[in-house]
C-alpha cells in the first residue's frame, strides 16, 4: 500500500488535512513491528491505552497516525486523522483499499487444517503467480485488515485464512475480503464452548460464502454431511466437493507414506498421482483444495504436480524431525482437536516409517462441555496392538489416562498433568529403538519442547 494521508482521509470520509501530502506505505497497531512510513493506528482498551505509544511510533518512522476522538492529549505537530473508532476505521480502509486492487482474493476456513490449506494454495501458485498469503495468526478481524493493507499492488492471488470464534464473524471478514475462491477444509469440535454444536460450527463455517463474488466457487469437505445444506443453497455449480466419497468432485483414492512425505492419487476432476512434503491422509486431503484452486487459475496437471512437491508447510503440521539414535518425531504440536488427534493416530497406527510406535498427546483447549467426552473417546484410536505406549500431558488427558489404565502395560503408560519430566524420562529410555514419536497437542501445551529436551539430555 502507497497512499497520502489525504487519500486515506477520503478513504475514511473524512476532510483533507495540512499534513495531507504525508506519504503512508504501511500500517502498524504496534511500535514494536512499526516499519518507517507506516499509519500508527492505536486502540485505547481496558488495560492498555495506544494513544500513549503515539510520539514513539513517529520517532521509530510513523508517517502519520489515527487518534480516537475524545481521548485527550492529542499532538498538534504531528499528521493526525481524528476518527470516532480506530478498528473500524482499519477495517474500512481494507475495505477501501481491497476495493482498488486486482488481486483474486482466496479465503480458508475450518476448524482444523486451515494454515496447512493456505500453505498448500499459496504454494501451488506461487511458482506462476505474485502470491501473498496471511502471516502466523492474522487471520481475526484486525489481523485480516492488517493482510490487506499488507498486500504490494501488483500481488495477483491473496490466499486469506479466516478464523472465528463465534457466528457472525466469518461472515463479516468474507464481505470484507469478497473472495472468487472459498475453501472449507472440514467440520471438527473447536469452539464448541461458543457455537454449541457441529451443526453451529458447520453454520458459522459456512459464512465464508456470504462475500463470494459473482460467479466464484466454494471448494468444502464433501465427507462432511452438516456442509451439504449449506452448500445446497448456493447457485447450480457453485460448491465443488472434495474428499474420499463417491459424491466429491475431486477424490483421494491412495496415500502412501514415505519420509519424503505423502504421494497420493486422485480421480474425478483431475485424475493423477501427486505428492506433498508432509506426512498424513488429511493433508493429502487439504492438498486437494489446492489442486481444484490450481485448475481453476489456469494451470496444468504437470504445473501443479510440481509446485506441490515443492510446498512448505508452516512448521510442527505433521512435521518430521529426525531425532537421536534413528528415531523419528512427527511434529504436529501446533494445535488438537479430536477430529485432528483422531487423524493423526490414524497415520501413526498404519504407518510402516518406524517398528515401535509412541504417540504424546496433550490437552485439547477449548471444548467446553465435549472436554470431558473428547479426551474419552480417544481411547478406542489407543490399542497396544497399534502403539508401544502411550504418554499424556496436561490435566485434561487425565481424563483419557483413566481410560487406558488396564489396557496398556503400566511401563508404557504415561501421564502427567504439569511436569513434562515423567514423559521425557521415558521416552529417552525408548530413544535407543528407535521408535516413532507423535507429539500432538493443543499450542498451548507446547509439545514440541520434548523434541528439545530429549537432545540436550543425550
Same mark, same amino acid.
Given at each position: 500500500?502507497?497512499?497520502?494521508?489525504?487519500?486515506?482521509?477520503?478513504?475514511?470520509?473524512?476532510?483533507?488535512?495540512?499534513?495531507?501530502?504525508?506519504?503512508?506505505?504501511?500500517?502498524?497497531?504496534?511500535?514494536?513491528?512499526?516499519?518507517?512510513?507506516?499509519?500508527?493506528?492505536?486502540?485505547?482498551?481496558?488495560?492498555?491505552?495506544?494513544?500513549?505509544?503515539?510520539?514513539?511510533?513517529?520517532?521509530?518512522?510513523?508517517?502519520?497516525?489515527?487518534?480516537?476522538?475524545?481521548?485527550?492529549?492529542?499532538?498538534?505537530?504531528?499528521? /493526525?486523522?481524528?476518527? *470516532?473508532?480506530?478498528?473500524?476505521?482499519?477495517?474500512?480502509?481494507?475495505?477501501?483499499?481491497?476495493?482498488?486492487?486486482?488481486?483474486?482474493?482466496?479465503?480458508?476456513?475450518?476448524?482444523?487444517?486451515?494454515?496447512?490449506?493456505?500453505?498448500?494454495?499459496?504454494?501451488?501458485?506461487?511458482?506462476?503467480?505474485?502470491?501473498?498469503?496471511?502471516?502466523?495468526?492474522?487471520?481475526?478481524?484486525?489481523?485480516?485488515?492488517?493482510?490487506?493493507?499488507?498486500?504490494? %499492488?501488483?500481488?495477483?492471488?491473496?490466499?486469506?485464512?479466516?478464523?472465528?470464534?463465534?457466528?457472525? *464473524?466469518?461472515?463479516?471478514?468474507?464481505?470484507?475480503?469478497?473472495?472468487?475462491?472459498?475453501?472449507?477444509?472440514?467440520?471438527? *469440535?473447536?469452539?464448541?464452548?461458543?457455537?454449541?454444536?457441529?451443526?453451529?460450527?458447520?453454520?458459522?463455517?459456512?459464512?465464508?460464502?456470504?462475500?463470494?463474488?459473482?460467479?466464484?466457487?466454494?471448494?468444502?469437505?464433501?465427507?462432511?454431511?452438516?456442509?451439504?445444506?449449506?452448500?445446497?443453497?448456493?447457485?447450480?455449480?457453485?460448491? /465443488?466437493?472434495?474428499?474420499?466419497?463417491?459424491?466429491?468432485?475431486?477424490?483421494?483414492?491412495?496415500? %502412501?507414506?514415505?519420509?519424503?512425505? +505423502?504421494?497420493? !492419487?486422485?480421480?474425478?476432476?483431475?485424475?493423477? %498421482?501427486?505428492?506433498?512434503?508432509?506426512?498424513?491422509?488429511?493433508?493429502?486431503?487439504?492438498?486437494?483444495?489446492?489442486?481444484?484452486?490450481?485448475?481453476?487459475?489456469?494451470?496444468?496437471?504437470?504445473?501443479?504436480?510440481?509446485?506441490?512437491?515443492?510446498?512448505?508447510?508452516?512448521?510442527?503440521?505433521?512435521?518430521? /524431525?529426525?531425532?537421536?539414535?534413528?528415531?523419528?518425531?512427527?511434529?504436529?504440536?501446533?494445535?488438537?482437536?479430536?477430529?485432528?488427534?483422531?487423524?493423526?493416530?490414524?497415520?501413526?497406527?498404519?504407518?510402516?516409517?518406524?517398528?515401535?510406535?509412541?504417540?504424546?498427546?496433550?490437552?485439547?483447549?477449548?471444548?467446553? /462441555?465435549?472436554?470431558?467426552?473428547?479426551?474419552?473417546?480417544? *481411547?478406542?484410536?489407543?490399542?497396544?496392538?497399534?502403539?508401544?505406549?502411550?504418554?499424556?500431558?496436561?490435566? !485434561?488427558? %487425565?481424563?483419557?489416562?483413566?481410560?487406558?489404565?488396564?489396557?496398556?502395560?503400566?511401563?508404557?503408560?504415561?501421564? +502427567?498433568?504439569?511436569?513434562?519430566?515423567?514423559?521425557?524420562?521415558?521416552?529417552?529410555?525408548?530413544?535407543?529403538?528407535?521408535?516413532?514419536?507423535?507429539?500432538?497437542?493443543? !499450542?498451548?501445551?507446547?509439545?514440541?519442547?520434548?523434541?528439545?529436551?530429549?537432545?540436550?539430555?543425550?
Amino acid at each position: 500500500m502507497k497512499r497520502t494521508l489525504n487519500e486515506i482521509a477520503h478513504w475514511l470520509g473524512l476532510p483533507a488535512v495540512e499534513n495531507g501530502d504525508a506519504a503512508v506505505t504501511g500500517v502498524s497497531i504496534d511500535t514494536r513491528t512499526l516499519n518507517k512510513g507506516d499509519l500508527f493506528i492505536p486502540f485505547k482498551g481496558e488495560q492498555a491505552d495506544g494513544h500513549r505509544f503515539v510520539r514513539q511510533a513517529f520517532e521509530k518512522g510513523a508517517a502519520a497516525t489515527l487518534w480516537q476522538k475524545g481521548v485527550d492529549g492529542a499532538p498538534e505537530d504531528l499528521p /493526525v486523522l481524528f476518527v *470516532e473508532d480506530p478498528e473500524q476505521a482499519l477495517q474500512q480502509m481494507a475495505r477501501r483499499y481491497r476495493d482498488e486492487l486486482e488481486a483474486v482474493f482466496i479465503g480458508i476456513t475450518g476448524s482444523n487444517g486451515k494454515t496447512s490449506t493456505k500453505d498448500l494454495v499459496a504454494g501451488t501458485l506461487s511458482p506462476y503467480f505474485r502470491v501473498r498469503k496471511t502471516e502466523g495468526n492474522y487471520n481475526n478481524q484486525l489481523g485480516l485488515p492488517l493482510t490487506i493493507l499488507s498486500l504490494p %499492488e501488483d500481488t495477483e492471488y491473496a490466499v486469506l485464512e479466516m478464523g472465528m470464534s463465534g457466528f457472525g *464473524e466469518i461472515s463479516f471478514l468474507s464481505e470484507l475480503a469478497r473472495p472468487k475462491y472459498a475453501v472449507i477444509t472440514n467440520i471438527g *469440535e473447536a469452539h464448541m464452548q461458543d457455537l454449541g454444536s457441529r451443526e453451529g460450527i458447520a453454520e458459522a463455517k459456512s459464512e465464508i460464502t456470504d462475500g463470494l463474488l459473482t460467479g466464484g466457487r466454494l471448494f468444502y469437505d464433501g465427507d462432511e454431511p452438516l456442509l451439504v445444506p449449506h452448500a445446497e443453497k448456493l447457485p447450480e455449480n457453485t460448491a /465443488v466437493p472434495f474428499g474420499k466419497g463417491e459424491a466429491c468432485g475431486l477424490r483421494l483414492l491412495s496415500v %502412501e507414506p514415505s519420509e519424503a512425505g +505423502s504421494i497420493f !492419487r486422485t480421480e474425478g476432476i483431475i485424475e493423477g %498421482e501427486f505428492m506433498i512434503s508432509v506426512l498424513g491422509a488429511h493433508q493429502a486431503k487439504n492438498a486437494l483444495a489446492a489442486i481444484l484452486i490450481g485448475k481453476e487459475a489456469g494451470l496444468s496437471e504437470d504445473q501443479i504436480r510440481e509446485a506441490l512437491k515443492q510446498v512448505e508447510l508452516t512448521g510442527m503440521r505433521m512435521q518430521t /524431525v529426525e531425532g537421536p539414535h534413528g528415531s523419528l518425531f512427527i511434529n504436529d504440536a501446533y494445535n488438537a482437536a479430536p477430529t485432528s488427534v483422531r487423524a493423526a493416530l490414524g497415520f501413526v497406527r498404519d504407518s510402516k516409517l518406524r517398528d515401535e510406535k509412541w504417540a504424546v498427546l496433550g490437552d485439547m483447549l477449548e471444548l467446553g /462441555v465435549l472436554e470431558v467426552p473428547a479426551h474419552e473417546g480417544l *481411547e478406542g484410536e489407543l490399542d497396544p496392538a497399534d502403539f508401544d505406549g502411550v504418554c499424556l500431558f496436561g490435566p !485434561r488427558m %487425565e481424563h483419557l489416562y483413566r481410560k487406558l489404565e488396564g489396557k496398556f502395560p503400566a511401563d508404557r503408560l504415561v501421564w +502427567s498433568g504439569e511436569d513434562l519430566y515423567p514423559i521425557t524420562a521415558k521416552l529417552h529410555e525408548r530413544l535407543e529403538h528407535a521408535p516413532l514419536i507423535l507429539l500432538k497437542g493443543s !499450542r498451548g501445551m507446547a509439545l514440541e519442547r520434548i523434541i528439545g529436551e530429549l537432545a540436550d539430555n543425550l
